[in-house]
Structures are given as structure tokens and as C-alpha cells.
């Protein structure tokens, strides 16, 4: 089991929120093209990454597999289900990685980012099962924190991500 420094955790949730800060200047549609789109997926990903187990998955990183665990919950989070399920239906994504970050940017373009992750913040057991403790979803302050900057800049932005 790999120790999470939490300074780090921080750290990263400072950089999502600089990103979402950037993004939420702009009064513009952001494409895959544009490097603070690109900054703040590449960053939203590290944050889902943080702390996920990937010596229990014979080292392959499980971020889909949690993904697709989600899916299949009672009851349902009807967003998350139908962008999960959008991503597993295009056959061009081929890996997990390719898959999860696809699933990034599905979501981003539904405008379901913030309750997505409250959905897989409030799965505490399934939490456990992928991420070690100290992992940033996990943490019910920090991972509140990045909802509410969500919830009020970036689900307020156009964004055309493929």
C-alpha cells in the first residue's frame, strides 16, 4: 500500500482550481485545441487518479473499471450511466486510459462534471476498493471544494472536447 502525502492532494486540487479559474475568464467555446481546456482535463484527470490503487490491478491503472463499476450501481446516477455508456459505445476507444479520458470529457461536454462526482464521492465502499486512503476523493473537504467550483464555473462553459 502506497502512502498519499496530502500536501500533494492540495497541491493538485490548487491546480484543478487555477484551471477552472483560467477557464471560467474566457468568454469563449473551448475546443481540445485550446491549451487552458487541455490544462484543466489533463489536471481533472490527475485529481481521479490520485491515490487509485494499481498494484491491486496487476498494474493497470483501474480508473475505467471504477468507472464501469459506477455504472452498474442501484440507484442509478442517470448522467454518469448515460456518459459512461456513450464512451463504452465508440469502438475508436480501445484501452481503459483512453476510455476514462474520453469519459473526462463526455461528461465535461453533458455539463454533469459536478454531479458525477458527487455521485462517486458519496460510493465510499466501491472508494475503498479502488483509491488508498488519502486519495482526494476520498476526502470529503477537498473533493466538496472542487464540486462547488464546478458547479459554479465550468458547468457554465461550452465546451467542444473530443
Known amino acids: 500500500m502506497s502512502a498519499i502525502v496530502p500536501d500533494n492532494g492540495r497541491r493538485l486540487v490548487i491546480q484543478l482550481k487555477e484551471c ?3 477557464l471560467a475568464t474566457h468568454n469563449v467555446v473551448f475546443t481540445e485545441k485550446d491549451q487552458d481546456a487541455q490544462s484543466f482535463c489533463s489536471a481533472l484527470e490527475v485529481i481521479l487518479l490520485h491515490g487509485i490503487k494499481i498494484s491491486e490491478f496487476n498494474g493497470a491503472i483501474p480508473l475505467w473499471a471504477f468507472l464501469e463499476r459506477l455504472e452498474n450501481l442501484t440507484p ?17 476507444f480501445r484501452t481503459p486510459i483512453a476510455k476514462a479520458r474520453a469519459w473526462i470529457r463526455q461528461v465535461l461536454n453533458a455539463g454533469h462534471l459536478d454531479e458525477s462526482v458527487m455521485f462517486m464521492m458519496a460510493q465510499s465502499q466501491l472508494l475503498r476498493t479502488y483509491y488508498y486512503a488519502g486519495a482526494i476523493l476520498l476526502n470529503a473537504e477537498e473533493g466538496m471544494g472542487l464540486v462547488s467550483q464546478f458547479s459554479t464555473h465550468i458547468n457554465l462553459l461550452l465546451l467542444f472536447l473530443t
Do not use: D, E, K, Y
Open 20 to 22: 477552472v479559474q483560467r
Open 76 to 92: 442509478p446516477c442517470i448522467p454518469l450511466r448515460n456518459t459512461i455508456g456513450a464512451v463504452a459505445s465508440m469502438p475508436t
